[in-house]
């Protein structure tokens, strides 16, 4: 199993990298595959409306907010390793050493990372991924890439991606059951955070899916800057 | 009477200066409190009551809103090419949909609470961004951004931006399509049918 997991990922990453390479973008269009992103945006829609955001409005009723607080600060303890690592690879070993020290305090202070003790403490959570690794050293974020299930991506980020899934600690864990219910529990999480922005998106969106795209398309690159990018000459 | 008008006007002028005068940091954490604490009162915006959200935009939010500095970011290059009754049209539009979405957020509120962070800025700048950061049980935080810059009334928003995604920007690819299009009537078109399904909505749930 993991051996097909893992050979999975390799050819996920290798295609990825032909993708990169074969849509190195034509200057102006950053989504030359529109045609399919907008099935995968569709069938995502679908599989939302259907499962996702339904069990995402139980769990958001069931749970208290205390509840949610905890889960959410038990997957933001676990990525705090790797956000550590790739604040190591970007080359701000303070950040990197602040990174671990939360994950330090809130695995033992912070009861495993229910709590999130650090931040009270005054160590800032950070917000980093292969993707933004990647950007930092300079690779072209590709062209846009709607992904089933994971939704917006970019070909970089994509790549990023299947490097966050193959470090992640709780994806290598052994016991399947225990895995694919801690992948559901995050992914239900998650969707609930985002609850509130359903309306607003759809009051503001002329077009879903390109204000869906665009939006990606801006975050990602003020988190590539740590939040505070180059003003875009195009937008004075 | 006489005497007592003087003052009246006087008092006035003086509270109009104070609201000019005010640093943009103050202005943005003033009138946040302001808006939240009424929310936070009021059960018919928090029940989705989308019009009376509105209405308090209108009186005390969208006073401090630069709509022509707003939508023309958002328009981006062909802002020069439109006719001065054409850009009113946009203005208007791109406001009314700025403002329908701005009340929506509002009815979304829950108690979450907002952390202003301190601006650095020195005497002469005239272009700020005033940085907050809300917080919200069950959920992580999400930075909100206020660009102001200095007019002859005072400091004016003229960009938000919610997680880093400014709510102007991110209409410059699809208006551009419009454009490309159907021209820019074509684009003040789509403001118009878009603008006007919500309203549909809004009456039919009342």
């Known amino acids: ?81 790797f956000i550590a690592v790739n604040n190591l690879l970007q080359g701000k070993p303070v950040e990197a050493a602040s990174d671990a020290g939360r994950f330090l305090v809130n695995s033992t202070v912070g009861i495993f990372g229910l709590l999130d003790v650090a931040t009270e403490w005054g160590l800032e959570k950070h917000d980093e991924d292969f993707g933004q690794t990647f950007g930092r050293w300079g690779m072209d ?26 470090a992640d600690p709780l994806v290598n864990i052994n016991d399947m059951s225990v895995r694919n219910s801690l992948a559901a529990l995050y992914i239900i999480n998650n969707r609930a955070m985002l609850l509130p922005a359903d309306k607003i998106i759809d009051e503001a969106a002329l077009d879903k899916y390109s204000y869906l795209r665009d939006a990606y398309l801006q975050r990602r690159r003020s988190l590539v800057f740590d939040g505070r990018p180059p003003k875009d000459p195009e937008f004075e | 009477m006489k005497h007592f008008l003087a003052v009246l006007f006087g008092l006035v002028a003086t509270l109009g200066a104070a609201a000019q005068g005010l640093a943009p940091d103050a202005l943005v954490k003033g009138v946040t409190n302001d808006v939240l604490e009424i929310v936070r009162k009021d059960k018919d915006i928090q029940a989705g009551n989308t019009r009376k959200a509105v209405e308090l935009a209108e009186a005390k939010v969208l006073p401090h809103f630069d709509f022509a500095h707003m939508t023309r970011l958002a328009v981006g290059k062909a802002w020069r090419q439109a006719s001065p009754a054409q850009q009113q049209a946009l203005t208007d ?45 069950g959920s992580k935080p999400v930075e909100i951004d206020y660009s102001l810059d200095k007019t002859d009334q005072g400091w004016k928003v003229y960009d938000i931006a919610v997680a880093a995604v400014s709510l102007v920007t991110n209409y410059r690819s699809s208006f551009a399509q419009e454009i490309s299009a159907g021209g820019i009537d074509g684009l003040i078109g789509t403001l118009r049918t878009k603008n006007g399904s919500s309203e549909a909505a809004v009456a039919r749930k009342q």
């Open chain 1, 1 to 81: 199993m993991r051996c097909y997991v893992k050979s999975t990922v390799l050819a996920l990453a290798l295609g990825m990298a032909m993708l990169l390479g074969g849509c190195a973008t034509t200057a102006g269009n950053k989504d030359p595959m529109e045609g399919f992103n907008r099935t995968m945006f569709a069938f995502n829609e679908g599989l939302d409306a259907a499962i996702i955001r339904p069990v995402a409005k139980g769990y958001e009723f069931v749970a208290p907010a205390f509840v949610r607080t905890a889960v959410t600060n038990f997957f933001s303890n676990v990525a705090d390793v």
């Open chain 1, 141 to 166: 974020t590709g062209a846009y890439l709607f992904l089933p299930v994971f939704g917006p991506r970019d070909v970089r980020d994509g790549i990023g991606l299947v490097f966050d899934i193959a």
């Open chain 2, 93 to 137: 539009e791109f406001r009314t949909l700025l403002v329908r979405t701005y009340s929506k957020a509002l009815t979304e509120y829950r108690n979450q609470t907002i952390d202003f962070k301190p601006v650095k800025m020195q005497p002469a700048d005239t272009d700020v961004v005033v940085r907050t950061l809300v917080q919200q049980p």
